[in-house]
């Protein structure tokens, strides 16, 4: 990574903007495990399958898959697990009010680095009809 961008892009959901109507984009951080930094590192993760909820005042993150770290031997987490996603309160109680109404979802949209920091961006959307 070169260090004047300060950015690496690890995953995209293009299939977000094909089922989806944009609204509103926001920037999240993530809370992982040690392992689970150092396979992002390397660009093993997939958000194809993913969605993002909203329970208990917690943005969590469900579905996203890590692969295991090679080298990570008996200290590697579950590939699956459920991952919270670090926002400001503000920002929380924001989105869950638009989730409520009708027709409005939380999308994952990319993983990324930023200054060394694991980030994602989600999404406010609205499901096209086909």
Same mark, same amino acid.
């Given at each position: ?5 300060? @950015? ?6 293009? =299939?977000?903007? @094909?089922? @989806? &109507?944009?609204?509103?984009? @926001?920037?999240?951080? #993530?809370? $992982? ?5 150092? %396979?992002?590192? !390397? ?7 993913? &969605?993002?909820?909203?329970? +208990?005042?917690?943005?969590? #993150?469900?579905? !996203?898959?890590? %692969? ?7 200290? +590697?987490?579950? *590939? $699956? ?14 989105? &869950?009010?638009?989730?409520?109404? =009708?027709? &409005?979802?939380?999308? *994952?949209?990319? #993983? ?11 999404? $406010? ?6």
């Amino acid at each position: 990574m070169a260090k004047s961008s300060g @950015f690496k892009l690890i995953a995209n959901n293009k =299939k977000a903007y @094909f089922d @989806f &109507f944009i609204d509103d984009k @926001f920037e999240c951080g #993530i809370a $992982l495990a040690g392992t689970e930094v150092k %396979s992002l590192r !390397m660009g093993k993760c997939s958000i194809k399958e993913s &969605f993002v909820r909203i329970t +208990n005042d917690e943005v969590m #993150i469900y579905g !996203m898959h890590i %692969s295991p770290y090679d080298q990570g031997n008996r200290f +590697n987490h579950d *590939p $699956l697990r459920r991952r919270k996603l670090l926002m400001h309160k503000a920002e929380i109680v924001k989105l &869950f009010a638009k989730t409520r109404e =009708k027709g &409005f979802t939380l999308v *994952p949209l990319k #993983i990324y680095f930023k200054q060394g920091r694991a980030k994602m961006e989600i999404a $406010l959307a609205s499901g096209k009809h086909n």
